[in-house]
């Protein structure tokens, strides 16, 4: 029997790319390009059976009121479709390409609906809606198309799947993997702080995202509670790649990100590279066992005055294997920052990371 672990696992390996001309259903991609283990045809009457909830109409009600149609080199920046992207051509996608469910959160630039794809197999996503004018408002076009061409690229467990995206006149649609268990800040924000055992479990899957991440070249640079998601089974799942930069061996000095999770170095205005990542893989693991950022203060300059001078202090609850980890990834001197590698076989980390021969029927 399958159940809602077995599918979401079944739809992370499916692949809804094609490099072949377009073809007429997704059943047919499904076909020729699911992985060896997953069988569509099983997973299809479950997949139709999953309640996606019930539709409210707010993304009609939403384009009524809101966004503007764009024109210009703009309107042409934002024509996003996946099914004409270069590398990675995916089939074309409508609105009316699926089924509306229930809405999952609102966005700075639009809704999120949970839908399932029309054509069978049926395919359960989160649909991400973008409007146009409200991105070109804030000069975000250039910076939201490379963050679907990034995301688009990644294949990894703990990396939300981007599947496709199109676009109508006021609006850019992302066909997104579906993050069965929300909002990683709002489970921390429930329990305050999380358990050791739990957080390890995190940051080893952070980790190993963070790994893939950088051998492809890209930075991530916001990491923080708010921009991760979690799957169906509690996985942690990296989203967001609004300020994440492809970087093939760049240095870059554009100050971003959130302030808590900024290292010395963006503080200071210098050149940084992908350690800013091991600095906020650092802060994360602080923020979870603790349940506050490090160098929180009152105002920008405090904040960034005790980031300068890595005023990391810990309540006595943290164990030492703990507070060895946090200390190695806080480290000023982007150098002296434990790498990811060695994160991965940190006691801290090893110590929690579930064991591995227990066979999953
Ligand atoms: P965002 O615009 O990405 O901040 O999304 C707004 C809200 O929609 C988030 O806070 C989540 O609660 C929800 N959401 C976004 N993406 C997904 C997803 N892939 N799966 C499930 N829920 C999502």
């Not at 934002?78 to 959160?105: I, K, V, Y």
């Not at 994360?284 to 066992?289: A, G, I, K």
Request: hydrophobic share 35%.
């Amino acid at each position: 029997m399958a159940t809602v672990a077995t599918l979401t696992r079944q739809i992370a390996d499916l692949e809804l790319n094609t490099k072949q001309a377009p073809q007429s259903d997704v059943a047919k991609l499904l076909t020729k390009f699911a992985a060896p283990q997953t069988k569509p045809s099983s997973s299809k009457a479950f997949a139709s059976s999953i309640d996606i909830g019930q539709y409210d109409g707010g993304l009609e009600i939403e384009n009524e009121e809101r966004g503007q149609v764009v024109a210009g080199d703009a309107a042409e920046e934002l024509a996003l479709d996946s099914s004409t992207s270069g590398p990675n051509p995916t089939r074309e996608w409508s609105l009316h390409s699926f089924d509306m469910g229930r809405p999952l959160g609102k966005g700075k630039f639009g809704r999120v609906y949970m839908v399932r794809t029309k054509a069978e197999p049926k395919y359960i996503l989160a649909l991400k809606t973008l409007y146009k004018s409200e991105l070109i408002a804030e000069d975000i076009q250039r910076q939201t198309r490379r963050e679907i061409e990034i995301q688009q690229n990644l294949r990894h467990p703990n990396i939300l799947r981007l599947y496709g995206y199109f676009h109508d006149e006021k609006r850019i649609f992302l066909m997104l993997e579906f993050a069965g268990k929300g909002e990683m800040y709002k489970q921390l924000s429930k329990v305050g702080r999380f358990s050791e055992r739990r957080s390890a479990r995190y940051i080893d899957q952070m980790t190993n995202a963070l790994i893939y991440l950088h051998s492809k070249h890209v930075i991530h640079r916001d990491i923080k509670p708010e921009n991760l998601l979690l799957g169906l089974n509690g996985e942690l799942k990296m989203g967001d790649f609004g300020w994440s930069v492809h970087a093939p061996g760049m240095r870059r000095k554009t100050l971003c990100g959130t302030l808590d999770y900024l290292p010395p170095e963006m503080v200071e205005g210098k050149e940084h590279d992908e350690r800013v990542d091991y600095w906020a893989l650092g802060v994360l693991t602080y923020e979870f066992v603790v349940g506050s950022a490090p160098f929180e203060a009152q105002g920008t300059k405090a904040t960034y005055g005790r980031i300068r001078s890595v005023d990391l202090k810990f309540p006595a609850t943290i164990s030492a294997e703990a507070k060895d980890l946090i200390t190695r990834l806080l480290q000023y001197d982007p150098k002296k920052r434990l790498p990811l590698t060695q994160v991965l076989n940190h006691p801290w980390v090893v110590k929690y990371r579930p064991r591995r021969d227990v066979v999953e029927a």
